[in-house]
C-alpha cells in the first residue's frame, strides 16, 4: 500500500494553462509538504501545511495554490503555467513536522512548453 | 544562498568497499541533520539522521559523522553493495522548525 501517492506521475501542458496535482498520504501524520526540485536539482520546499493550516509558504508566486480539504490530502494547483514551473513535484508528510523525517512520493514531472 | 552543500555530483566506489559522502553546511543555526537516497522515478527516502548533540550515528552499514565546528557531516556505507548505487541527499534543519534544506545530491554508483 502506497504510504504517499501522487497524480499524476507525468503532466505535459502548454503556457498559460491552469493545472492541478493532487497528494494523498495515508500515514496518519499530521503534516504535508509540497517540494520542487529543478532542472539543476535542487529540492526547494514551497509548502507545508499541519493539520489543514498553512504553516510554511517560500517565496512562491502567487499562480500556485495548495488546498489541503483534510490532514490526508494537500493538492497544488497551478495557475497560467510559464516554461519556468517545468520540474519535478515531490508531496511528502512527516509525523509532526517537526524534524521527523518526511516521507516523499513518487513525484509529478510536470513539461510546459 | 546554497546553505547545504554537496561538492561531489558523483562517486563511483567498488563493491565492498567503503563509500564516503561528504556535505557542508553554512547555517550555523542547523542542528539536525538527516541523509535521504533517492532512486530514479522514485521520491527520496529516509535513511538516517544526527542531532548536533551528537557526533556519531550507526544504522547498520550507514554511519553519519558530525564535525559541528568545521561544519561538515559525512555519510559512510560500509561495506558498499550495487544495490546502494542511487542519489544521496544531505538535508539540514533547526529543531522545532518544519523547513529541511536539502542539498543537491551526490550520484552513487558501486561497481560490482
Known amino acids: 500500500d502506497t504510504a504517499v501517492s501522487q497524480t499524476p506521475k507525468y503532466l505535459v501542458t502548454q503556457m498559460g494553462n491552469d493545472k492541478s496535482i493532487k497528494c494523498e498520504q495515508n500515514?496518519?501524520?499530521?503534516?504535508m509538504y509540497w517540494y520542487k526540485q529543478d532542472s539543476k536539482k535542487f529540492l526547494k520546499i514551497m509548502f507545508s501545511?499541519?493539520?489543514?493550516?498553512?504553516?510554511i509558504n517560500e517565496t512562491v508566486p502567487n499562480r500556485f495554490s495548495p488546498k489541503s480539504p483534510d490532514k490526508a490530502h494537500l493538492n497544488l494547483h497551478i495557475n497560467s503555467l510559464e516554461l519556468g514551473d517545468s520540474a519535478v513535484y515531490f508531496c511528502?508528510?512527516?509525523?509532526?513536522?517537526?524534524?521527523?523525517?518526511?516521507?516523499f512520493g513518487n513525484g509529478t514531472r510536470l513539461t510546459v512548453t | 544562498d546554497q546553505q547545504v552543500k554537496q561538492n561531489s555530483p558523483s562517486l563511483s566506489v567498488q563493491e565492498g568497499r567503503i563509500s564516503i559522502l561528504n556535505c557542508d553546511y553554512t547555517?550555523?543555526?542547523?542542528?539536525?541533520f538527516l541523509w535521504y537516497k533517492k532512486y530514479p522515478a522514485e521520491g527520496p527516502t529516509f535513511l538516517i539522521s544526527?542531532?548536533?548533540?551528537?557526533d556519531k550515528n550507526e544504522d547498520g552499514r550507514f554511519t553519519v559523522f558530525l564535525n559541528k565546528s568545521a561544519k561538515h557531516l559525512s555519510l559512510h556505507i560500509v561495506p558498499s553493495q550495487p544495490g546502494d548505487s542511487a542519489v544521496y541527499f544531505c538535508?539540514?534543519?533547526?529543531?522545532?522548525?518544519?523547513?529541511?534544506?536539502f542539498g543537491t545530491g551526490t550520484k552513487l554508483q558501486v561497481i560490482p
Open positions: 511528502a508528510s512527516s509525523q509532526d513536522g517537526y524534524n521527523s523525517p518526511l516521507h
Open positions: 500515514l496518519g501524520h499530521d503534516t
Open positions: 501545511y499541519n493539520n489543514k493550516e498553512l504553516i
Open positions: 547555517n550555523s543555526m542547523f542542528d539536525y
Open positions: 544526527i542531532s548536533s548533540i551528537k
Open positions: 538535508a539540514a534543519s533547526v529543531l522545532g522548525y518544519q523547513k529541511v534544506t
